[in-house]
């Protein structure tokens, strides 16, 4: 199993520009979850899913949107970025046990 | 509403010797706690966790918590640090009572481990 796997690893975009962030999980998990984690400080939700067609959102959604076609695959998309949303992402996916799994990281630079 | 207080944001220590990471929860309700540990630009990874069975929780490379609710706290131990432990440490308790999975972060512990 690879587990859970997060694409690109390292992002540049300016101000105005949009990106999806990549997330999928090989796990059959029906959980899987978007954090932000930013300097110095804990992970915060964004968005969570807890199967294929059902989203929704976390402390900090604004600015994000997700969606959930299947159950391995679970994008964040980021319209207008902006400075604020500089920092690492984080997908997790969820087993019966309560379990999370988190991907590697994506680091994100709004500039 | 739930919340996780990591006591102290770094913590130091002599390889050999003991580690402790404080966390203090507040729950209102019997609380699913978790310890999980971040090595540098990685993903976080799962010590151990605590949901309502025994309270001293054994968890992975000699880790283990005692959930204390009198004192609403959930430590994380270790008897002998090794140089590989030096990572950051998240207390985390899960939000509310429903099985959406939504988990709190603390604000995460630095440990260093001298030579």
């Known amino acids: 199993n690879a587990g859970v796997t997060q694409t690109p690893k390292f992002r540049i975009l300016k101000i105005g520009q949009s990106m999806t962030l990549q997330c999928t999980q090989d796990?059959?998990?029906?959980?899987m979850y978007w954090y932000r984690q930013d300097p110095g400080m804990g992970l915060k939700l964004i968005y969570y899913?807890?199967?294929?067609?059902?989203?929704d959102k976390g402390e900090v959604p604004n600015g994000y949107n997700v969606s959930r076609s299947t159950t391995e695959d679970f994008p964040l998309r980021l319209e207008l970025a902006a400075p604020s949303q500089t920092s690492v992402y984080f997908c997790?996916?969820?087993?019966?046990?309560?379990?999370?799994?988190f991907g590697p990281g994506t680091r994100l630079l709004v500039l | 509403a739930q919340s996780v207080t990591q006591l102290d944001s770094h913590v130091s220590v002599s390889e050999g010797t003991p580690v402790l990471l404080r966390c203090n929860y507040s729950?209102?309700?019997?609380?699913?706690l978790f310890w999980y540990v971040q090595h540098p630009n990685k993903g976080l990874q799962l010590l151990l966790k605590?949901?309502?069975?025994?309270?001293l929780v054994k968890g992975i490379n000699g880790f283990e918590a005692e959930f204390k609710k009198s004192e609403t706290s959930f430590h994380l131990t270790k008897p002998s640090a090794h140089m590989s432990d030096a990572a950051e440490y998240f207390c985390?308790?899960?939000?509310?009572?429903?099985?959406?999975?939504?988990?709190?972060f603390g604000q995460g512990t630095t440990l260093q481990v001298k030579p």
């Open positions: 605590y949901t309502s069975a025994a309270t």
């Open positions: 796990m059959n998990h029906n959980y």
């Open positions: 997790a996916s969820r087993d019966s046990q309560e379990t999370q799994y």
């Open positions: 729950s209102s309700y019997s609380p699913s």
């Open positions: 899913s807890v199967g294929a067609g059902i989203t």
């Open positions: 985390v308790v899960r939000r509310g009572s429903g099985n959406t999975g939504k988990l709190i």
